[in-house]
């Protein structure tokens, strides 16, 4: 067996082991002998499995010898709500450490799609805000936010009260994708898509998320 397609299915087999248990977060993996043993494979091809998984966040370098150490794969649920700070309070509610970066934020041309979401006109000019979640430090989601850049000059009494519409669907990760969420190319990967409105019924936002589906999972939910 060619070898480019036995280090995939040794990493395959090492994902499926530490998701049914046999290793748990903190636990070393065995040494690098050992597993070449388990796999009858040389140490260049153990080591190309092993980079697999560690591009995904299951497995790091741990302090101790040398050896490989399981990393935390607790699944965090965040709020499709308008709440700015739904991804903080998220991960502080399931105890891990998550945190949300800026990556951008610039004024373009709306596209046809985002315009129509917005019920603005093509190439009206957008608020586009580009944001990326941490959990533990590992990236797990990535967010494209679109606002109108020039909003209604009236704010009729209420219009601040919001509503959200969301919808979501499961798909497997292209290149860019999988190299942005340290995820397996054709691995699980969620999309999810909110447009949040006024008390009027006019649109605000436009919310798009892309996230590591083996991590996040996407609810309306509220969290304390």
Avoid: K
Wanted: with cysteine; net charge neutral; hydrophobic share 40%.
């Amino acid at each position: 067996m060619a070898a480019d397609v036995r280090y995939r299915q040794i990493a395959d087999e090492l994902r499926e082991a530490i998701d049914q248990g046999e290793w748990r977060p903190d636990d070393l993996l065995p040494p690098g002998e050992e597993l070449m043993r388990r796999f009858s494979v040389s140490r260049g091809t153990l080591a190309a499995a092993v980079r697999v998984l560690r591009e995904e966040g299951l497995v790091s370098r741990a302090a101790r010898r040398g050896r490989l150490v399981v990393l935390d794969q607790r699944v965090v649920t965040v709020s499709m709500g308008p709440d700015e700070l739904a991804w903080e309070r998220a991960c502080r509610h399931q105890g891990i450490a998550g945190t949300m970066t800026l990556l951008s934020e610039q004024v373009i041309p709306a596209s046809h799609e985002v315009a129509a979401a917005l019920g603005i006109i093509s190439g009206q000019p957008v608020v586009h805000r580009r944001r990326r979640a941490l959990l533990e430090g590992a990236p797990v989601m990535l967010e494209e936010a679109f606002s109108p850049a020039e909003p209604e000059a009236e704010t009729p009494e209420g219009s601040d009260a919001l509503s959200v519409e969301w919808t979501a669907a499961a798909r497997t990760a292209g290149a860019d994708e999988a190299a942005a969420l340290r995820v397996q190319r054709g691995g699980p990967i969620l999309r999810a898509e909110r447009i949040t409105r006024d008390g009027q019924g006019r649109p605000v936002e436009l919310l798009r998320r892309v996230t590591n589906g083996r991590r996040v999972r996407v609810a309306h939910l509220i969290i304390d």
